[in-house]
């Protein structure tokens, strides 16, 4: 069973704060990092698909950082909006074809 | 692009009962996923097909649970009988091909409530 930990397990921001999350997963066998945005009533959308060390995406405000030798994933929101609030997941690949998912950091931004 | 259509989005059963779920992928997408996430937790792959064919069900519990995918399109999933413990969302996803670099693309859920 792989372990893949999201810190923290929710927070509270303030419009226009930024903010980062953590995931960690195993260090070896990696194949590549999801991130997720999942908000209430809606269907999870995926953000970013990494697969290289030392990777960094951006989309508008969100970016994410990769660093597979020491298993570790941030994902950052620049200024928080009220529509950033949600769960964000990540989900680790390794050399299966199965993806092994954190119990989420949900994001709460108070306007 | 149509996306990842599920129904129902809700259901109540009561336990023993029986349930379905049913699945409509993005089109041309050969890969399809059923996840259980049971409250606090996140996401589980219950099943994974490719087109038509299983790749892996090692975490589906196989004594109260099935699934098909017919012709390599639609799928349904089923409980039967239902246990208060599968309380929970299931989400369908797609995917073009398998593999874990594959971005996936989820529909909006079931929410199952067994009571």
């Given amino acids: 069973i792989l372990n893949v930990e999201q810190s923290p397990q929710s927070l509270h921001v ?20 999801h ?66 998912f954190g119990k989420g950091t949900k994001l709460s931004v108070i306007p | 692009e149509a996306g990842v259509a599920q129904s129902p989005r809700y259901k109540i059963i009561e336990k023993r009962q029986s349930v379905a779920f049913w699945c409509n992928p993005i089109s041309g997408h050969a890969t399809l996923y059923w996840y259980q996430q049971i409250l606090g937790q996140g996401p589980k792959l219950l099943i994974q097909f490719q087109n038509n064919g299983v790749v892996d069900d090692s975490q589906l519990p196989k004594d109260r649970f099935s699934a098909e995918r017919l012709k390599g399109v639609d799928s349904t999933l089923k409980i039967q009988p239902a246990k208060l413990e599968d309380s929970a969302v299931y989400l369908c996803a797609s995917s073009l091909a398998g593999g874990p670099a594959y971005e ?5 859920g079931t929410r199952l409530t067994v009571t």
């Fill in chain 1, 35 to 100: 991130w997720y945005r999942w908000e209430t009533a809606k269907s999870p959308e995926a953000l970013f698909v990494m697969t290289l060390n030392g990777d960094e995406k951006k989309k508008g405000r969100i970016s994410a950082t990769l660093n597979t030798k020491e298993g570790y994933s941030y994902l950052y929101i620049k200024g928080s909006q009220p529509e950033d609030s949600a769960t964000y997941l990540c989900a680790f690949g390794a050399g299966s074809y199965q993806l092994t």
């Fill in chain 1, 14 to 33: 303030q419009e226009g704060d930024s903010t980062n999350f953590t995931c960690s997963f195993p260090s070896s066998n990696f194949y590549a990092l």
């Fill in chain 2, 104 to 108: 996936q693309y989820f529909g909006p």
